[in-house]
């Protein structure tokens, strides 16, 4: 194989880290002696990033092999040159032989694979809204470039970025695929099934590199994994990644070990309960007006994508983690629900958790020090009295919900709070604590929970939601401990009554009540902010909404 002359665009990040990054022996490691499939990507971009300063001397020249050469400290890709025949679709040039070591089958597999990269542009420029990938000035033609070879055994497809004379934050970049995809090591999916998953994948990282070139690999990898179910949704090929990454809730979810791909969860997530595939262009779009060269902006690019939908990068990380636990596709399990829950079920369970048994009279201490920023840890609590749940910081931020699946039932009641009170007189099938450390400012994660007697209840009135509502139906979450009659009132802030429902509880249970809007004359009622009324036998429990109109 012989390459051109092409330096590649070189940066070194010295962001603040909060979980562990990669270092150049961890990829230089993987990209030489993996046995498992990969995508390469991260690896050569972290090698181009920080340079050649912790390799030998044979080791830099191995790199040779994945078309990357040594200049002084830095590490640089070098495009083929080698390649006799091009083939154009409407955006890319695809380049390849039908003779040698890296020749293809016949000039099918390289239409069939521009017909693949067409859909996967079409995809991200006229369905979501991309900026294409920044052109080379010193190419000769404005399509994308896509080299097909055979690249080493458990490559999928690797992304490289170039030194083409952009302005930053962008660089230019270009695709190397396989020339085939019929090894053993990919017999998981056909061999079109592979060529779709790795062509939306790496060429959302050439998408990535022209919004922000400096940009953590986390973020780069999780949302370039969720791409893959967006688009060619049945292939599922993300399955391989959830067994490990549920397996280990105390890895940072910006950890960038091969735990970063498990994180597109949290991009699930976020694009089925706030705001659709729209958030997570608007997390990209955030990370171009944000980037820097030497601090770690992905997390404040989340929260500002996340602010118009009144949440933020820590509140939906505690979402999240609760919805890994229920892990349902119900209904009744919304905000906490996953539409793929069956398929997730099919390799993963939930995430592992430590025992906890609490008995009347005793009080139980639980403490730990092993949590680092955005790790959490899950408990399973068997208790037969009520029971109360503090939380003491000793170090650093924290949450702490409470995760109760009603027997026999598909219902779930979430409580999040640093005190909880737990009466299993509702009927428990299983009960559920977790705790994640939060907070960017701080440095250590230590805490205690403590378990004592707590005391039953007459019945909860939980935050009503979506909350604002942008247009949506508000959901009202009651749980019943005594057969009683529950009133409930909605008010405007200014006294007047907008609309009531009475309803009568004979057994303990969970209900949700609905308001879609309308006064008792069935007018929808102006957007503004809202008192929700409570009243049972004993309690009277007042919570706010705001109702706003549907978002654009």
Known sequence: MTWINRFSFYFGITAILTGESITVRDSYNTLLGSQDPIHATPHITNLIRNGAQELSTNEKMELAGLGLAVLGEKIVALA???????????????????DGYDSVENLDYVIQMGQVFEQVWTFYMDTLGFEPPPSDPDASHNLYDVYLENLPTYYFGVTYTTNASISNPACVSYIRMRNNYSGSQFNDHTELENIKVTAVHEFFHSIQFGYNCFERLWLMEATAVWSEDELYNGINDLYRYMASWFSNPDKSIDDESSHMYGSFIYFQYIDEHLGGPGTIKACWDNSNSLASPVHDISIAAVDAA?????????????????????LSDSENADPYSYNEADGYRTVVTGPPEQYLIFEQGNIETEQD???????????????????KIELTKSDGAFSLSSILKHQGQQQWTVRTGDELNIDPEIGIEWLSLVVSSLGLDETNWDFTLQLKDGYSEDFTFFPPYPNPSYGNTVHIDLQ????QTIHLKIY?????????????????????????GLNKEGRRVANGIYLIKSEGRSDQIIHRITLLKKSE
């Open 80 to 98: 083929p040159i080698d390649l006799d025949q091009s083939y154009d679709t409407e955006h890319f040039r695809l380049f390849y032989t039908l």
């Open 306 to 326: 996340l602010e118009p939908y009144n949440s933020s990068f820590e509140d939906a990380y505690i979402r999240m983690r609760i919805a890994n636990r229920i």
């Open 369 to 387: 020090q092993s949590l680092r920023l955005y790790e959490s840890i899950y408990y399973s609590l068997t208790t037969d009295s009520p029971v």
């Open 480 to 483: 019943v401990i005594s057969e």
């Open 492 to 516: 405007d802030l200014l006294g007047r009554e907008m609309w009531s429902s009475t309803n009568h509880f004979s057994n303990p249970g969970l209900a949700t009540l609905v308001w879609n």
